[in-house]
């Protein structure tokens, strides 16, 4: 399953012609630069960049910080070496989650570290996580009853996590933890985009309430984390899942990997696997409640395909029309909205030149709604994704797991447990707008509604 569409285009850099300056974004004042506007309105300001050029300049307060708005060189810029993971983003998380993961590495330590987790997320391995995916997509369903308001913000993050952890640490993942961790994910992630946008330093460690707050949520992350890894090996147990080969992964050496590697490992796949799922899953039941005409299409087909059976892993290759309302649902609002890159090298883009340790920011938000590369850009049209016209999307102007040697590992395991969700949701209920509702964007590190209340009512 992939939601790269595949049309190619010209070479990035051309390498003989001179290198140019990348021209200074319109709207900068004195002293904050474009920061302000940056903060206020993210998306709408990443949107309107490549109005200004293909590669920009921002200024941030005193840095200056390069804006790449084509998905030509969104490409061109994930598959060159010339730039790794890091930058303001990066670091943060680094210095809250852990610096020995796999997202936050470089190098051989990331090649390695992808070696290890690889095998996990393979298409041949999907399948032994069927029965896990349609346990918990079914589990969602009977947990609510036909007329009561679902929160889905705590239902969404319940089924991600549960999913990741059930299916890759083979734990027995009850609701307690699984509860424990959206909530600290959710404040953990909420501070940590504040301190990556309002960078007040040593004013994040007063103890105001939303510090405390922070740093409890924090704590109880990692320890999770610990108590997930004691119990494995006090288990005595060595099942045949990522856990086991981050317990028994060897370094370059032969050696094997530190604690605090395989802590931060765990680390890594467990916090961008709930958040960017949990906020998928609530926008597509966003969709549903908004375009009911596609909630009907979603159910005939599941019906169709599953005989009126409960629906199954096996379905979800034949699942052409839910796939592609995952799909155009993460067009639209893709979880990951913001990714960052650093220049290692006096380097080029486009033509343009990059100095060594520039950081470099482009928005898969902007390009996945940009109306250069898509018709009635910002309409929610799932056939658009129909063999006949996704021809017609540019390379790169799709690609929400990224490209490249950083590409999500869990793009396949993601979209099979999306659509499995879709039609298992779509099978049993139409949704509606509860009282409360706000569909409002919540900008944070991913996208999501702000707070998300529907009511399932039965077909
Ligand atoms: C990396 C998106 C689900 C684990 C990434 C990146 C993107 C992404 C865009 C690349 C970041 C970059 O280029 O800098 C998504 C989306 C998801 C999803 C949209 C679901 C809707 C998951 C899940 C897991 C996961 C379920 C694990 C259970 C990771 C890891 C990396 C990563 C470990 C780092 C890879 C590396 O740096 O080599 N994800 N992801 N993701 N994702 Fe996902």
Known sequence: ??????????????????????????G???????????????????????DHGDVVRLRLGPKTVYAVTTPELTGALALNPDFTIDGPLWESLEGLLGKEGVATANGPRHRR??????????????????????????ALTERWRPGETI?????????????????????????????????????VFRGMYRRMVIPLGPLYRLPFPANREFNRALADLHLLVDEIVAERRASGQR?????????EAKDD????????????????????????????????????????????????????????RPVGFEHVRSLTHTNNVVVEAMRLRPA??????????????????????????????????????????????PDRWLPGRAGNVPKYAMSPFSVGNRKCPSDHFSMAQLTLITAAVSAKYR?????????????????????????????
């Open 113 to 138: 570290q992808r070696r290890t987790i690889q095998p996990a997320f393979r298409l041949d391995a999907l399948p032994g996580y069927g029965p896990v995916m349609e346990e918990e997509a079914h």
């Open 28 to 50: 900068a004042l004195p002293v904050l630069g474009h920061g302000l506007r940056l903060v206020r309105d993210p998306l709408a300001f990443m949107s309107a960049l490549r």
């Open 431 to 459: 949704f509606e707008p509860a009282d409360g509702s706000d569909d409002s964007t919540r900008v944070g590190i991913t996208l999501r509604p702000h707070n998300l209340l529907l009511r399932a009512r039965p077909w």
């Open 1 to 26: 399953m992939t939601v790269e569409s595949v049309r190619p285009q010209s070479p990035a850099t051309p390498g003989t012609s001179v290198l140019r300056e990348p021209p200074l974004a319109q």
């Open 151 to 187: 929160d889905c913000t705590s239902e969404s993050f319940r089924v991600a996590v549960r999913i990741a952890a059930r299916c890759l640490l083979r734990g027995d993942f009850m609701d307690e933890r699984a509860e424990r961790l959206s909530v600290d994910l959710a404040t």
């Open 336 to 381: 990951v909205w913001i990714l960052t890159r650093r220049a290692v090298t006096d380097t080029a883009l486009g033509g343009y030149r990059i100095p060594a340790g520039a950081d470099i920011v482009y928005s898969p938000y902007a390009i996945q709604r940009d109306h250069r590369s898509y018709d009635r850009h910002l309409d929610f049209d």
């Open 253 to 308: 050496n032969g050696d094997p990997i530190g604690e605090q590697e395989i802590h931060d490992q765990v680390v890594a796949i467990l916090t961008p696997g709930s958040e960017t799922v949990a906020s998928t899953v609530m926008w597509l039941l966003q969709v549903l409640a908004e375009h009911p005409e596609h909630a009907e299409k979603v159910r005939t087909e599941v019906e169709s395909v599953t005989g009126g």
């Open 239 to 247: 099942p045949d899942d990522l856990l086991t080969a981050l317990l």
